[in-house]
């Protein structure tokens, strides 16, 4: 199913327009470096931070600063790293945090046990602390995918979606699923949220791709290397259909922070900041006439259509 976003967008019929998108700004110094290179260089179309994190004032001070970039708050209600967590900016006397006082590590722990309440609560203090920072938030989006309900069906879409209204803000969630063996009742579940968004005027896009957030065979003779990595996400870039898709990633520097912080996947972070400059990769995106925009066209386009 193809919107008539990229039409209303004014792109020509037929575009097949991506955003680049790098996940967990400010969920460490690693990430900062990374990100702020690829966004001053313009390898990147836009980011969003995680404002809970310990670096996330590193993080909101430089998208204070750069009104000329598309920033948005990665609304947080997980934690799940074993060695480095963070909590609630409500506190931790609600339905919010584990045992030891931090977000969940899972997801499925926010669907059994969250209150709505204290999930409007919490992301409303998130994007208020951004805005408060002095940072033009483009967008909202969301860790581990913690209000889809994909694990159990309770979701948190409501409060996300009033408060993406209430700010003019859209919302990144994929209007349609892809492919031949799409999850039906996903897709149903999915049309049943574009219509709740629909009804509010909160802009959503039409599909959201990643690649694998792991490195396949990670620890073993058969880890896939750089180049595989690479190859991979050329092949996705070439794949995109006409629309709007965005395409995430959580470019890092692999070094000793990061190494000391995440469980896993370290190195997989370094490939994808580095892919993201690769002359491969631009050239990929260039042959295929892939057109990108950034998340402050739709919000124009949502704040437009509201006055």
Same mark, same amino acid.
């Given at each position: 199913?193809?919107?008539?976003?990229?039409?209303?967008?004014?792109?020509?019929?037929?575009?097949?327009?991506? =955003?680049?998108?790098?996940?967990?700004?400010?969920?460490?110094?690693?990430?900062?470096?990374? =990100?702020?290179?690829? &966004?001053?260089?313009?390898?990147?179309?836009?980011?969003?931070?995680?404002?809970?994190?310990?670096?996330?004032?590193?993080?909101?001070?430089?998208?204070?600063?750069?009104?000329?970039?598309?920033?948005?708050?990665?609304?947080?209600?997980?934690?799940?790293?074993?060695?480095?967590?963070?909590?609630?900016?409500?506190?931790? +006397?609600?339905?919010? *945090?584990?045992?030891? +006082?931090?977000?969940?590590?899972?997801?499925?722990? *926010?669907?059994?046990?969250?209150?709505?309440?204290?999930?409007?609560?919490?992301?409303?203090?998130?994007?208020?602390?951004? &805005?408060?920072?002095?940072?033009?938030?483009?967008?909202?989006?969301?860790?581990?995918?913690?209000?889809?309900?994909?694990?159990?069906?309770?979701?948190?879409?409501?409060?996300?979606?009033?408060?993406?209204?209430?700010?003019?803000?859209?919302?990144?969630?994929?209007?349609?699923?892809? +492919?031949?063996?799409?999850? *039906?009742?996903?897709?149903?579940?999915?049309?049943?949220?574009?219509?709740?968004?629909?009804?509010?005027?909160?802009?959503?896009?039409?599909?959201?791709?990643?690649?694998?957030?792991? =490195?396949?065979?990670?620890?073993?003779?058969?880890?896939?290397?750089?180049?595989?990595?690479?190859?991979?996400? =050329?092949?996705?870039?070439?794949? *995109?259909?006409?629309?709007?898709?965005?395409?995430?990633?959580?470019?890092?520097?692999?070094?000793?922070?990061?190494?000391?912080?995440?469980?896993?996947?370290?190195?997989?972070?370094?490939?994808?900041?580095?892919?993201?400059?690769?002359?491969?990769?631009?050239?990929?995106?260039?042959?295929?006439?892939?057109?990108?925009?950034?998340?402050?066209?739709?919000?124009?386009?949502?704040?437009?259509?509201?006055?």
């Amino acid at each position: 199913m193809i919107s008539d976003l990229a039409d209303r967008l004014g792109l020509a019929p037929g575009a097949r327009a991506i =955003i680049l998108n790098a996940d967990d700004f400010g969920m460490c110094h690693a990430a900062n470096l990374a =990100i702020t290179e690829l &966004l001053d260089a313009g390898r990147i179309d836009s980011t969003t931070v995680m404002v809970p994190c310990p670096w996330s004032p590193e993080a909101l001070a430089f998208a204070a600063s750069r009104t000329d970039l598309d920033v948005g708050v990665h609304l947080v209600l997980t934690s799940e790293w074993t060695r480095y967590r963070w909590r609630p900016l409500t506190g931790v +006397g609600t339905t919010l *945090v584990d045992a030891d +006082g931090f977000f969940p590590s899972e997801v499925r722990p *926010v669907e059994e046990n969250a209150a709505e309440d204290d999930v409007a609560a919490e992301i409303a203090a998130q994007l208020q602390t951004a &805005l408060d920072a002095g940072v033009d938030v483009t967008h909202l989006d969301n860790h581990m995918g913690s209000v889809y309900g994909l694990l159990t069906g309770r979701d948190f879409l409501a409060p996300v979606f009033a408060l993406a209204a209430r700010h003019g803000l859209p919302f990144r969630l994929p209007r349609s699923m892809d +492919g031949a063996d799409a999850d *039906v009742e996903l897709q149903r579940t999915l049309d049943r949220a574009a219509a709740a968004a629909d009804s509010l005027g909160v802009e959503i896009i039409d599909r959201l791709w990643s690649h694998p957030f792991e =490195i396949v065979g990670e620890g073993t003779d058969a880890e896939e290397g750089y180049e595989q990595v690479r190859d991979g996400f =050329i092949a996705l870039l070439r794949a *995109v259909p006409a629309g709007v898709t965005e395409i995430y990633l959580h470019p890092m520097i692999d070094d000793a922070e990061l190494r000391a912080a995440v469980d896993f996947a370290a190195a997989k972070r370094g490939y994808e900041h580095r892919l993201l400059a690769d002359p491969a990769v631009l050239q990929a995106i260039e042959d295929e006439g892939l057109v990108r925009i950034g998340w402050r066209a739709l919000r124009e386009l949502q704040r437009s259509a509201a006055r």
